[in-house]
């Protein structure tokens, strides 16, 4: 039987697409034969150049997510979009007593939910009128447990994935009447560069080792294919083992 993990044809953005998930993503999401637009605030012009000496179609839009109309004019460049994977996120390691933390709480909502936000209120109409599209959201273990593994300090990271939980299942129920599924995924420790400072006691963790960007990706894809058609307002667990409700 010829499996359903194919994303030929599709037009995949990705956020915070220049590296990491993001970046694991896109390759992934090529070499299932999809196009991909990374939207990130530093140039993903490496990647793209990476994707297309491959083979692959990519183009990498600069911008910030927290700013609405930057968002717009990358829907209004890119074109029609299948798939949007809302990924770009932000966690300062910041100590949260300190006087001016409030502002560091600002920006992290501003990127992660609100960022989220600006995202499906650019793309998720247009899907609508084609009725036929998936919106994965990027959230994490921290909203499911109420902590971060290597960083306890992170409330605002925490706070926002936590509202990003929410949103996937808000979001979820708007779009589904449109035949469109929104999903989300909700990552462990992963070696990205939010922990590249880190040093987690590997021994508390199940499987004794973090999360490589691909073992996050590959769920990702999964949720954009066909082969996910009847899962809705779902987050996905992929953290090794880290949280068992």
């Known amino acids: 039987m010829k499996h359903n993990l194919d994303l030929a044809g599709r037009h995949v953005l990705i956020t915070g697409g220049a590296g990491g998930i993001g970046a694991a993503t896109a390759r992934i999401s090529v070499g299932l034969g999809a196009r991909v637009s990374l939207v990130d605030v530093v140039d993903a012009g490496g990647l793209v150049a990476e994707l297309r000496a491959a083979g692959g179609d990519a183009v990498a839009h600069v911008a910030d997510v927290a700013d609405r109309a930057a968002v717009e004019r990358v ?17 300062p390691h910041d100590d949260w007593t300190a006087d001016d933390w409030e502002d560091a ?21 247009p899907m609508y009128q084609r009725k036929r599209g998936r919106f994965v959201v990027i ?12 960083h306890d300090q992170a409330a605002h990271y925490i706070a926002s994935k936590a509202g990003v939980h929410a949103l996937v299942k808000w979001l979820a ?31 508390a963790y199940p499987l004794g080792r973090m999360g490589d960007p691909e073992e996050i990706a590959w769920p990702i894809a999964f949720l954009l294919s066909e082969r996910a058609s009847y899962i809705c307002g779902a987050m996905l667990d992929v953290n090794g083992g880290n949280y068992m409700p």
């Open 139 to 150: 959230g994490s273990l921290s909203g499911r447990a109420g902590r971060l593994m290597a």
């Open 173 to 203: 129920r708007r779009s589904a009447p449109h035949g469109i599924l929104v999903n989300g995924i909700a990552p462990g420790p992963t070696r990205t560069a939010a922990f590249t400072n880190a040093n987690p006691d590997l021994s």
């Open 75 to 91: 829907a209004a460049a890119a074109g029609p979009v299948d798939a949007v994977v809302a990924n770009a996120g932000i966690c």
């Open 105 to 125: 709480f600002h920006r992290v909502m501003d990127v992660n939910v609100l960022g989220t936000l600006n995202c499906a209120r650019a793309f998720l109409p």
